[in-house]
């Protein structure tokens, strides 16, 4: 009978051989990554108002996206597709890349609960209201590093459909927002395996924001996870990430993506307590969205684990 692919490529394996985790992960990967939605994944993400979306655009750089639309706008036809009624706006990179037969990751996350699950696929259909999704890998992720937040559904902005474009050298305004940023979206790839985005969460501030040669360097703490290795493993693989930060009391998000590399030990990682190795990212460009996302949140409950964590 012919084997089934291993839901692991070359980059992910070698993150999980330097941190000593390869061969638990050699057993438990096939029995935690499915082909198909569980039953309380589909009922997850057909409650969800919003989305996050990773894809990859024509020069390979990934890009993260935000969708929103009142709950219900994700369906689960069958436990193998998605059906997603909602479209980017003008000036997001996703926009662009919505073709049939293109990879996209998907994460489903519910702040309030801390409750999140990942689908990575294929992109089967396009039309005038949202796009189908064929899975190809899903699996669930731990609660860990998110703060807690409740989301409102808010008239939209009437705003012009437009985006403001940054440059590698971030302005004031982006920079504030990272700066004191609790909370990221990760997108990546690795060559033919698709695209994959995640979470990642920190005490304010958890971002160092740096400027090397009139170019934004972004560093920020990588920290102990489900050792699937999946963002640090494309990044190994392919040495870009996209990144997004919300604007949670004005819904505006802001878009970035640039060179990426992992930096595995030295005196950055051991002085920032909780940090198992960092990521360092080069902007290389970004997009504000003009028009806010129809959501604000609450104030933050941190998440229990971030109090053992340190700062920059």
């Known amino acids: 009978m012919p084997t089934e692919p291993p839901p692991f490529h070359a980059g992910e394996i070698a993150m999980q051989q330097a941190a000593g985790v390869r061969e638990r992960l050699r057993e438990l990967g096939p029995r935690v990554i499915r082909d198909h939605m569980p039953d309380q994944h589909r009922e997850f993400f057909e409650q969800l108002p919003t989305l996050l979306v990773a894809s990859v655009d024509d020069r390979q750089r990934p890009w993260a996206s935000m969708l929103a639309g009142l709950p219900g706008f994700i369906g689960t036809p069958d436990a193998k597709h998605l059906r997603i009624d909602a479209l980017p706006e003008p000036g997001d990179p996703l926009l662009a890349q919505l073709r049939p037969g293109g990879a996209l990751g998907l994460l489903g996350i519910e702040p309030q609960t801390r409750r999140r699950n990942r689908v990575n696929g294929t992109l089967l ?53 990272v700066a004191n940023a609790d909370t990221l979206f990760i997108a990546s790839t690795a060559p033919g395996h698709g695209a994959d985005v995640s979470h990642r969460g920190g005490k304010p501030g958890f971002v160092r924001v740096a400027q090397e040669g009139g170019l934004t360097v972004l560093t920020l703490p990588d920290f102990r996870g489900n050792f699937f290795f999946n963002t640090l493993g494309n990044i190994v693989a392919h040495p870009r990430a996209g990144l997004l930060f919300v604007d949670h009391d004005t819904g505006r998000v802001l878009q970035l993506t640039g060179h990426a590399a992992v930096v595995a030990s030295g005196p950055e990682v051991e002085a920032f307590a909780g940090a198992q190795r960092l990521l360092r990212i080069h902007i290389e460009e970004g997009v504000w969205a003009t028009r806010s996302l129809p959501l604000r949140w609450s104030a933050p409950q941190q998440a229990p684990q971030l109090a053992a964590t340190g700062h920059w």
């Open 125 to 177: 259909a396009v039309d005038a209201h949202g796009f189908t999704l064929r899975v190809d890998q899903s699996f669930g992720n731990c609660p860990q590093y998110i703060q807690a937040r409740s989301p409102q559904w808010v008239e939209a902005a009437k705003v012009p459909r437009a985006a403001q474009h940054e440059g590698p050298s971030l302005s004031a305004a982006a920079v504030a927002l």
